[in-house]
């Protein structure tokens, strides 16, 4: 079993910054790849930002330029760094992972419980 712990969610003023963390712990070989994604009330999770074991990142085009993702220097963590923050980046944000637990098993997908972010004056 894999456990997704994400923090660093609150308010914040429009034009403020935020850092979230995602924290994999519990039986783990490797992680594959790891996403930020969010829901905002009444409207569908999206994809925030991703990034993969070999390094490769991805962002909405929504975030580009004032998102960064990254990993910590334990492999079982990463960040979201959230820069120049609006209204309407305010939703839970939820990490989600690709695990494979042991090797040669097959891998599988754990979901964080999610952090709330409100950019609000």
């Known amino acids: 079993q894999v456990q997704l712990v994400e923090s660093g969610g609150g308010l914040v003023q429009p034009g403020g910054s935020l850092r979230l963390s995602c924290v994999a712990s519990g039986s783990i070989f490797s992680i594959n790849y790891i996403y930020w994604y969010r829901q905002a009330p009444g409207k569908q999770r999206e994809l925030v930002a991703g990034?993969?074991?070999?390094?490769?990142?991805n962002y909405a085009d929504s975030v580009k330029g004032r998102f960064t993702i990254s990993r910590g220097n334990a492999e079982n963590t990463v960040y979201l760094q959230m820069n120049g923050l609006k209204p309407e980046d305010t939703a839970v944000y939820y990490c989600n992972a690709d695990v494979t637990p042991f090797k040669g098993s097959a891998d599988l997908h754990y979901w964080g419980q999610g952090t709330q972010v409100t950019v609000s004056s």
């Open positions: 990034i993969r074991s070999g390094g490769y990142r």
